[in-house]
Nanobody, 115 residues
Framework: QVQLVESGGGLVQAGGSLRLSCVVS????????MGWYRQAPGKQRDVVATIFNGGSTNYADSVKGRFTISRDNGKNTVYLQMNSLKPEDTAVYYC?????????WGQGTQVTVSS
């Protein structure tokens, strides 16, 4: 059974940093990409950052230059380093693994940035 478990969320002041981690357990066949999404109250879930199998990355315009996605294949873990956090980054952050057959999601971790 596949499980994605996020950690690292919390409360931080504007300008601060957090690092989110997502540990993937179980076997996933034909992974296309791993990524982070976020959902603020009353808003849709949006992609934040994606890392593809070849190592290339994509970022939402709102986080470019501030967030960095990375992965450690040996630890089956994907990270999201978030620097220079802003109040508008406040949301529940979800880890995602996209295969050619199915999308897998974690339970989410809350990130709150105070002004």
């Amino acid at each position: 059974q596949v499980q994605l478990v996020e950690s690292g969320g919390g409360l931080v002041q504007a300008g601060g940093s957090l690092r989110l981690s997502c540990v993937v357990s179980g076997s996933i066949f034909a992974i296309k990409a791993m990524g982070w999404y976020r959902q603020a109250p009353g808003k849709q879930r949006d992609v934040v950052a994606t890392i593809f199998n070849g190592g290339s990355t994509n970022y939402a315009d709102s986080v470019k230059g501030r967030f960095t996605i990375s992965r450690d294949n040996g630890k089956n873990t994907v990270y999201l380093q978030m620097n220079s956090l802003k109040p508008e980054d406040t949301a529940v952050y979800y880890c995602n693994v996209a295969s050619y057959f199915y999308d897998y999601w974690g339970q989410g971790t809350q990130v709150t940035v105070s002004s």
